[in-house]
């Protein structure tokens, strides 16, 4: 036996699973099949609780020392802007130095790492998961933790792919220099030809940002998501007012993202999948280290359990999908709810507008997009007066 658990992939799920199975005494492999500084397709944003959940894993310092978000800026289909702000801060981290951090965290509790080691598939004999790399590497572990993102072959090899249910967003990103942007605000800029989906810059230090489109996958027409991104770019709300002197600096990269815990089996025979493999990111955003962050330590939880008891491993998997279920279907639901809202540039309109003149609202109604918060928050008197025909016009 090589070890309790192996976890394949070491982005966000990987290393929080890693880092909650070694703490507990578990002996952990993690297989990656990227090297050092492999980079992620990602808006690199870390929201409020995003960085609760890293402090949760030790990172506090590490927190404290990154690219601080307080909020974020708005701009309507019809041009009209409005500023937000949330409760707690939130940051800005390249993913080029963010997984490494969390790297160090599970290597720290006592994992061990195994880069270069590209996951192939697994099969399963009395007891044991069997995990084959690429180079021909074989572990075995009593349990398996998919956390190898979106990577459909990676889902097909270990038996959890639900082949009915592609991605459910994609997004296209690359890094400027010379943004003129706010320092401390995150742009979302809701152009029409980007419904349903939605443009961002998301500063970094020094002017640069993070520049790119998402768009909403329902399966139906092409996307375009380059077409969109160069408009985006070239000619859109924020193109003049803050691109006008910025260089590109990366290439643009495109990426899925599987959302709202569809596309996959969740858990069978001893193998839990975690983060986008589990899709695990929020439908409304595409928000998905905090999904990633949480299932890694759900799957670890209830695997840790199954390792203690001896469980049946069909009861670790359900009780796995169990507290998916109970941790996430809640804001699932109110996330595709607010997907939907996102899609109708009247809604946006009025939402600006009534956010524009009442901070309070405008904050709710962020949070409650974003699916933190619940839809009924806005059927409060004063949230209903603000958003009212004739109000804020
Ligand atoms: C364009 C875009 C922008 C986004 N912006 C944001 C944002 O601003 N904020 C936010 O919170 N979320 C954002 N997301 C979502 C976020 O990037 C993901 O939800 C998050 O990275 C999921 O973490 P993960 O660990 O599940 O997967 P990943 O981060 O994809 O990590 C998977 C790891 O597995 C490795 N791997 C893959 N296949 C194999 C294999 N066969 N064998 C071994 N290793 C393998 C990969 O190299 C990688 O290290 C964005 C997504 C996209 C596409």
């Not at 955003?285 to 890694?296: C, D, K, Q």
């Amino acid at each position: 036996m090589d070890a309790d658990v192996i976890v394949m992939g070491a982005g966000p799920a990987g290393c929080s699973a890693a880092y909650y199975l070694a703490r507990r005494g578990a002996a952990v492999r993690l297989l990656e099949r990227g090297g050092p500084g492999r980079e992620k397709t990602c808006g690199d944003a870390l929201s409020p609780e995003a960085m609760s959940l890293l402090r949760q894993m030790g990172l506090a310092e590490f927190c404290a020392a990154v690219h601080r978000i307080d909020g974020s800026l708005v701009f309507a289909p019809n041009g009209d802007c409005m500023e937000t702000f949330t409760p707690e801060p939130g940051a800005m981290v390249e993913r080029r130095y963010l997984d490494p951090a969390l790297q160090e965290q599970a290597l720290g509790a006592g994992a061990r790492l195994e880069t270069g080691a590209a996951f192939r598939r697994l099969c399963r004999s009395e007891g044991r998961v069997h995990v084959e790399t690429a180079g021909g590497g074989t572990f075995a572990a009593r349990y398996a933790v998919l956390a190898t993102g979106c990577n459909a072959a990676a889902l097909r090899g270990a038996g959890l792919l639900d082949g009915r249910v592609g991605p459910g967003a994609f997004g296209r990103r690359a890094y400027f220099e010379g943004v003129e942007c706010p320092e401390r605000l995150i742009v979302h800029s809701f152009d029409p030809y980007l419904l349903p989906g939605y443009g961002w810059v998301f500063p970094l230090d020094g002017g640069r940002a993070n520049v790119g489109v998402a768009a909403h996958c329902d399966g139906a027409g092409r996307l375009d998501l380059k077409g969109r991104f160069e408009r985006f770019v070239a000619d859109s709300f924020i193109s003049e007012k803050m691109l006008a002197r910025a260089r590109q600096a990366s290439p643009a990269r495109t990426a899925p993202l599987r959302t709202g815990l569809r596309g996959s089996r969740g858990a069978a025979h001893r193998v839990l999948a975690v983060g986008d493999a589990v899709g695990a990111a929020v439908p409304s955003n595409g928000e998905g280290i905090p999904g990633a962050l949480i299932t890694g330590r759900l799957a670890a939880e209830a695997v840790l359990e199954g390792l203690r008891t001896g469980a049946d491993p069909a009861r670790v998997a359900r009780a796995y999908r169990r507290a998916l279920r109970r941790t996430f279907g809640r804001r699932m639901r109110r996330a595709r709810w607010a997907r939907r809202a996102l899609g109708h540039p009247g809604f946006l309109n009025r939402f600006v507008r009534c956010g524009r003149r009442d901070r309070l609202l405008a904050d709710r109604m962020c949070w409650v997009l974003a699916g933190v918060r619940s839809p009924v928050q806005l059927l409060s008197p004063a949230c209903l007066k603000g958003m009212l025909p004739g109000t804020g016009d």
